[in-house]
Structure formats: structure tokens, C-alpha cells
């Protein structure tokens, strides 16, 4: 049975991912298939989304993503992902949505921050559908940079607050950043904390297609405001409800369990 060593969780702890190889190499074929089934069908649900972190440069984005395909929903019962989330999280961890990307465009170094209650922790686990290498937009990653607070993280962070390049402080482009580079093949999983800072370099070489799937530890009861503050935040992208039509309709005793605690606080989408 899969499970996370204590050496993956120190290795988290300190740097901020993990690389998992071949992780769904068995299943990527149904999984890549299930993206682009998933796209077709909710086209009209695409966004193009031009943001500073990925270079001013459109990207179009799917909201709800894994949510709306059964087959896609039920990543979030696999033992594998399971044991990954309980490993970084523990047991109750909250399922926080997913999305999908459709990139022409490299990404400028940045946090993902956007609707976390970042005193607790958040991991996104990325799932890259092509081939990539550091000329054709794969991972860039700062190891270490998601302690924010610390004088190291503070100095990064004071860079990039009026502007998402680094260029102009260090004088160095974007690739030229010393960083972990990772090379990934399609069925790799990449586990990152939301606060590390990461890239992607030289991504109009190719279109990239990925998704993320999102979890944080479960929020205790006097952080509740907090947190419906946060999930407020999703309306302001039209979004209604905390999870897609089918991530609920499909799922088991053990999945609302990661599911409980937004549906509880979902109304914040609607009283904001």
C-alpha cells in the first residue's frame, strides 16, 4: 500500500514539494482523455485569464475541474492521493477545489494564495499532461520559500510585492533564478505547499495542458470567520458552490469527510 515515508514528510516540511514519478503512469492514458472529454463538454465554462504571474499572457482556466467528471471526482478516493493528503495534512484534511489550465505562456515567480487561509497549511498535487523539460515550461521551484516569515522568504517576497519578475532587483531573468528544476512525464504527480514559490519558464515552446487537485488541513473552530472569508472569495469568479454537481453527487462515507467542512460554511458564497 502506497503511504508517505517520514523522510517525504521532512523533505516537504523543509523544501515545500515533492516529485512523485510515475505516480498514474498506469492511468494517465484515461485521466489525459478525461481532461480533454472534461474541457469539450464545459466549453462554455472556460476562461481566458490574463494575470501578472504568467507574464500578462492569457491562459484559459476551468474552475470546479476534477468536480464535474465522475471518473475525475474519484482521484480524490484513491489510496495513493489519500495517502499523500493525510500525510501532509492528517486524516480530516479539506478537500479546496480544483482547476485546469490550458497554458501558451511561461509564469512568472509567484505564491498561490489566492482563497487559502495560509496559517494552515495548503497543498496543491499538479497533474502535467505532456512531456516537459526546462525549455518547454516544466516546474520551477524555490526549495524552502513557503516559511513565510523568515528572513529568506521576507527578502523573496519584498521582490516580487510590486511586480511578479524578479529582473528588475537582481537582474536576472526569470530562468536565470537559481531553482529546482523539474523535468516531468505525463502520469508524474508534483506535490507543492501554496506558499513556495514557483515558475515555469519558456512555456510558449509548447501548449500545456494540466490540472491541480487542492487540499488544506482542516480549520479549527474559532478560525471559522477566517475561513468564510475566504471561501467568499470564489464568488467573485461567479462561483456558487464550494464543489462541481458530480465531486457531491458521486461521493462515498470517506470522501464527505473531506467534503464536510466547506458544505457547512458554502453559504458564505451567497451571503458575501
Known amino acids: 500500500m502506497f503511504?508517505?515515508?517520514?523522510?517525504?514528510?521532512?523533505?516537504?516540511?523543509?523544501?515545500?514539494?515533492?516529485?512523485?514519478?510515475?505516480?498514474?503512469?498506469k492511468e494517465i492514458g484515461e485521466?489525459?482523455?478525461?481532461?480533454?472529454?472534461?474541457?469539450?463538454?464545459?466549453?462554455?465554462?472556460?476562461v481566458d485569464w490574463n494575470h501578472r504571474a504568467h507574464g500578462n499572457e492569457y491562459r484559459s482556466f476551468m474552475a470546479q475541474f476534477i468536480d464535474r467528471d465522475e471518473y475525475l471526482s474519484s482521484l480524490l478516493d484513491d489510496e495513493r492521493i489519500l495517502a499523500i493528503y493525510k500525510g501532509l495534512l492528517g486524516e480530516d484534511f479539506i478537500y479546496r477545489g480544483s482547476d485546469a489550465n490550458i497554458f501558451e505562456c511561461s509564469t512568472c515567480w509567484h505564491s498561490d494564495t489566492y482563497g487559502a487561509l495560509l496559517k494552515?497549511?495548503?497543498?496543491?498535487?499538479?497533474?502535467?499532461?505532456?512531456?516537459?523539460?526546462?525549455?518547454?515550461?516544466?516546474?520551477?521551484?524555490?526549495?524552502?520559500?513557503?516559511?513565510?516569515?523568515?528572513?529568506?522568504?521576507?527578502?523573496?517576497?519584498?521582490?516580487?510585492?510590486?511586480?511578479?519578475?524578479?529582473?528588475?532587483?537582481?537582474?536576472?531573468?526569470?530562468?536565470?533564478?537559481?531553482?529546482?528544476v523539474i523535468s516531468t512525464e505525463p502520469g508524474d504527480v508534483l506535490a507543492f505547499d501554496f506558499r513556495v514559490k514557483h515558475a515555469t519558464c519558456f512555456g510558449s515552446a509548447r501548449r500545456r495542458r494540466m490540472f491541480t487537485v487542492c487540499a488544506a488541513e482542516k480549520i479549527k473552530e474559532e478560525?471559522?470567520?477566517?475561513?468564510?472569508?475566504?471561501?467568499?472569495?470564489?464568488?467573485?469568479?461567479?462561483?456558487?458552490?464550494?464543489?462541481?454537481?458530480?465531486?457531491?453527487?458521486?461521493?462515498?462515507p470517506e470522501r464527505m469527510v473531506h467534503l464536510q467542512q466547506c458544505l457547512e460554511n458554502e453559504d458564505a458564497l451567497w451571503l458575501s
Open 223 to 252: 478560525d471559522i470567520p477566517l475561513f468564510r472569508q475566504k471561501i467568499s472569495e470564489a464568488s467573485k469568479l461567479g462561483i456558487k458552490s464550494c464543489y462541481g454537481e458530480e465531486m457531491v453527487r458521486s461521493a462515498g
Open 31 to 46: 485521466i489525459s482523455s478525461a481532461f480533454d472529454r472534461t474541457i469539450l463538454k464545459y466549453s462554455s465554462d472556460l
Open 120 to 180: 494552515y497549511r495548503n497543498v496543491k498535487l499538479a497533474f502535467y499532461l505532456e512531456s516537459l523539460s526546462a525549455d518547454s515550461g516544466c516546474f520551477r521551484v524555490l526549495p524552502g520559500s513557503q516559511h513565510f516569515g523568515d528572513r529568506f522568504s521576507n527578502k523573496l517576497q519584498s521582490f516580487l510585492k510590486n511586480g511578479d519578475s524578479l529582473v528588475d532587483d537582481l537582474g536576472l531573468q526569470d530562468h536565470e533564478v537559481p531553482a529546482q
Open 3 to 25: 503511504h508517505l515515508s517520514e523522510a517525504q514528510k521532512k523533505f516537504f516540511d523543509t523544501f515545500g514539494y515533492l516529485v512523485f514519478k510515475g505516480l498514474f503512469s
